[in-house]
């Protein structure tokens, strides 16, 4: 397994390019699936769930045609096999966005139930409980969701109680090919979900409200093959922002969306880091200290769960205490251990950290737990005095679109070894 080798200390200065959104980018292609053509899809990123799902679509029967630069063409049409099964479905929950469109494509679906993960449980009663208000016949066996919907899936009104992306993705990609109008109320407003709204508009589903917490559904009797370009990865995008400010340096953000930063920004100017904000790109500025500041984690337009871990990294070095709250997720502070080893004072109660910050961290082996608590080490690894050694980096493989080249060019002394 990879290790990555960090030798801390350094300024990161110059302009990192970020990637295309990888959760915007799973939804769009397990979206394919209700279409039956050529699809294709620019500014992907070449990042390990990219290619696990469309190891999956090709296990469903569509094609993949090339993977080039970040161009993707897939050809759904001999989509026919309606299995996920538990090895796929187990190294990405995310293989779970198949259901609601393989059941409203192939009117049945055995997806492999996710399992638990490193940040809670993260069921899918949501998902199960919306397909059934559509119609659809929902069954677990063998640790499987089996679903059938034999003369198809019909729109109905659906409430979510807790805000989730991927079932509101889901169940926004069944009602896009399904009879009649679902409305998802208590819907998520994430970009990601207003991305994929278009684009399935665009295919042809007549959708509204995405960006609210009411989404209005009129389903196609057909959909036409996507056609879209990926937009640049918010969480990626923050993540490069805090290695700025944590290792004091000047570091240009370009080809990134800063209305979708605006929590992070926020955050940051907060504790006294500077952020110039341009049209598609922001340069961060990190001084010798920074103060502290609390953060609560929330469903869109709240601070992302996303970028929690990397914050409470930045904050630990912060002048002060800083109150971090996670609210999304259940068991999200895995990396905070990981951080006390490092030198941090860290005192977790539940839902909430109590970070003191401290004058310096100090590099040490670390694992990675998943894959924002990796990124958290790495950016508290390149701040430490001395050499982090980070085993299963294989978690930052799967959303981080060449992270060490990136973070190299920026002036950080960082090698991966086999
Ligand atoms: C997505 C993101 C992930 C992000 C998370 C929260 C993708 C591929 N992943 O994950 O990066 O951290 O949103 O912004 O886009 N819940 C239920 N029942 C359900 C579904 C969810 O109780 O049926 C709960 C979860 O346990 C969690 C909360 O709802 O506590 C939010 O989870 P959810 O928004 O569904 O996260 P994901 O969509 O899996």
């Known amino acids: 397994m990879d290790k990555l080798i960090i030798e801390g200390g350094r300024r990161l200065e110059g302009e990192v390019a970020i990637s295309g959104a990888k959760n915007a980018v799973l939804p769009i292609l397990a979206a394919t699936l209700l279409t039956s053509g050529r699809n294709e899809i620019r500014g992907v990123p070449r990042v390990r769930d990219v290619f696990t799902m ?22 759904s049409s001999g989509v026919n096999n309606p299995e996920a099964p538990y090895e796929l479905v187990s190294t990405m929950r995310a293989s779970c966005l198949v259901l609601g469109p393989l059941l409203a494509r192939l009117g049945q679906a055995k997806v492999s139930l996710p ?27 063998q640790g499987y969701i089996h679903g059938t919907a034999e003369k198809g899936l019909n729109g109905n009104r659906i409430y979510f109680d807790t805000v989730t992306v991927t079932g509101t993705a889901n169940l ?16 998520a407003r994430e970009p990601e979900i207003v991305f994929l709204a278009d684009v399935l508009g665009r295919a042809g589903a007549n959708i509204q409200g995405q ?26 995008a923050g993540t490069y922002m805090i290695a700025a400010a944590i290792t004091g340096g000047d570091v240009e953000i370009i080809d990134c969306i800063p209305q979708h930063l605006e929590p992070l920004i926020h955050k940051l100017q907060e504790a006294g880091i500077q952020v110039e904000v341009g049209d598609s790109r922001l340069r961060v500025k990190g001084g010798n200290r920074f103060k502290s500041t609390d953060i609560k984690t929330q469903p869109h337009p709240g601070f992302p769960t996303d970028l929690q871990a990397q ?32 030198g941090a004072k860290i005192i977790l109660d539940g839902h909430t950290a109590i970070v003191k910050g401290v004058g310096q961290l100090c590099g040490a082996p670390l694992m990675a737990t ?10 508290a690894a390149l701040a430490a005095k001395g050499e982090s050694v980070i085993s299963r980096v294989y978690h930052i493989d799967r959303g981080y679109e060449a992270m060490e080249e990136k973070l190299v060019r920026l002036g950080a002394k960082i090698r991966r070894v086999k």
């Open 172 to 187: 926004m990609m069944a009602a896009a090919l399904s009879v009649g109008e679902t409305i998802l109320e208590n819907a």
């Open 311 to 342: 914050m409470m990294a930045l904050m630990t070095l912060a002048e002060g205490q800083s109150i971090i709250v996670e609210n999304v997720f259940e068991n999200r502070f895995m990396h905070a251990a990981e951080l006390v080893r490092m």
């Open 370 to 379: 998943d894959l924002r608590a990796s990124a958290s080490l790495v950016l």
């Open 115 to 141: 399992g638990g993960c490193a940040i809670g449980a993260r069921p899918m009663d949501l998902h199960i409980k919306g397909l059934q208000a559509m119609g659809a016949r929902i069954e677990l066996i």
């Open 54 to 75: 469309i190891r999956l679509l090709r296990n469903l029967g569509a094609r993949l045609e090339s993977f080039e630069g970040d161009t993707i063409v897939i050809d």
């Open 211 to 236: 960006g609210t917490d009411v989404i209005i559904i009129q389903g196609a009797a057909a959909l036409k093959p996507i056609q879209c370009r990926i937009f640049p990865d918010r969480i990626e």
